[in-house]
């Protein structure tokens, strides 16, 4: 019965079903045939409890204030303050790319609006510059991977509601790791500049890299509000969401002007229809993973591999890491942080490991998932926001999969990487 339910679902994706469909069939052949139960109530109520916790509020709420900034100045802002400090180095204009998207991340929270952001402007120059377009757009999708990372992570929040994790330690976690793949980016952008002997860019005096600073100061307020609010105690993340759209709309509309107030209209529709995405998602993952567990199925397939492995922190890393890798690829990450992240929650308890540090490597495992042949969800932004086949969008992506899965390696053998800035603030 559990292949049919498989190939059922795999037949729905294949002719181009919504991810809810595929689970839900599941859910409910689940639920009739192996569970054995007519009563559809009970999966309806499952799929209502997804939606109900309050953290999910600040989904909407970042993704709103994300849109406002995309629609105005704060991501040419940025990009101008990064490139006027390293724009004249080797590898300039890739690794003011990197570091952009890191900077929009703490932004948006979101790959997909960092693809779209960020790559717009920095592509052309890019191309201009000499660089292949395979090694920019690999560059934009994997650079914007970061953003996953960089509080405000909408990821994190996902996790954290179904882990019970702390949100706002997990924002703070996020920020070191973060910070080492841009530098581990970056170190590969000034070797592979140096390579294909790409010259860099005049060196930008001290006058115009205060002018780009004090015209970004009011963008970068954005993630010290939210960040610094988050760890001085001061409010929720939740709240912060909530005050993140006070200030984009603040910034972009009273003060740099940037946006219309009868803009706000198409940018609350846009809003909506991604939030109704992802609830609608979350919704579906919850009755999913209710009515496999109630059918005993994970027990069946991870209980032998788990006894194998018993209780070595390491091992169940590397198992939680791989798992939630291969499933990114082919699968949305929300649904896959959804459905698995439940059902390592006992063999991460036997192995006495820090929920905080587990939602990193989970996290990350769903950046890269995003960026990851054949099915990342922003290998598929950037072909249509640049316009590009698929080949051609991926042929540059492998260098950058193995910076990031180096990151995992590294970040599960030091979890101190993860944990240090949490526990200053626990002290």
């Not at 839900?24 to 997804?50: D, E, K, R």
């Not at 995405?277 to 009515?291: E, H, K, Q, R, S």
């Not at 072909?383 to 995992?408: K, S």
């Amino acid at each position: 019965m559990l292949t049919i339910i498989f190939i059922t679902m795999l037949a729905l994706l294949l002719l181009g079903f919504p991810m809810m469909i595929p689970l839900l069939t599941a859910a409910l052949m689940t639920l009739f045939f192996i569970v054995g139960s007519t009563n559809v109530n009970l999966l309806i109520g499952q799929m209502i409890s997804g939606v109900q916790p309050w953290s999910l509020a600040a989904v909407p709420l970042f993704i709103l204030a994300a849109d406002i900034m995309t629609k105005g100045h704060t991501a040419d802002r940025l990009l101008d303050l990064v490139q006027s400090f390293v724009g004249h180095l080797r590898g300039g204009l890739p690794i003011t790319t990197a570091a952009s998207c890191t900077l929009f991340g703490a932004v948006s929270g979101s790959t997909q609006a960092t693809v779209v952001a960020m790559g717009g402007p920095m592509r052309p120059k890019l191309l201009e510059k000499g660089y292949k377009d395979s090694f920019t757009l690999a560059l934009i999708i994997n650079a914007s991977d970061i953003a996953l990372l960089i509080p405000p992570s909408i990821g994190m929040i996902i996790y954290g509601v179904v882990s019970g994790a702390s949100i706002g330690h997990l924002f703070i976690a996020g920020i070191v790791p973060g910070l080492m793949i841009l530098g581990m980016i970056s170190v590969y952008c000034y070797v592979a500049s140096r390579i294909m002997g790409i010259t860099p860019e005049p060196r930008v005096g001290w006058k115009m890299r205060f002018m780009a600073f004090r015209k970004a100061l009011l963008p970068l307020g954005f993630p010290v509000v939210v960040v610094g609010g988050i760890y001085g105690g001061f409010f929720s993340p939740t709240e912060a969401a909530a005050i993140a759209v006070l200030y984009a709309l603040l910034l972009e509309i009273v003060i740099l002007r940037a946006v219309k107030i009868r803009d706000l209209w198409s940018i609350a529709l846009s809003t909506g229809l991604i939030t109704a995405v992802v609830f609608i998602l979350v919704a579906a993952g919850n009755g999913f993973t209710w009515t496999i567990s109630a059918a005993g199925i994970p027990q069946a397939l991870l209980g032998p591999v788990l006894q194998v492995i018993g209780d070595n922190p390491h091992m169940v890393l590397g198992l939680i890491a791989v798992t939630f890798f291969v499933g990114c690829m082919f699968v949305d990450p929300i649904v896959v942080i959804l459905i698995l992240t439940p059902l390592f929650a006992p063999a991460v308890s036997v192995a006495g490991l820090d929920p905080i540090h587990v939602g990193i490597i989970v996290t990350l495992q769903a950046a890269i998932g995003s960026a990851t042949p054949p099915f990342g969800c922003d290998i598929f932004t950037a072909m249509a926001v640049f316009r590009r086949p698929y080949f051609d969008t991926i042929r540059g992506t492998p260098p950058f999969i193995f910076i990031l899965l180096t990151a995992t390696v590294i970040l599960i053998l030091f979890p101190q990487i993860s944990l240090w800035l949490p526990s200053l603030g626990a002290q």
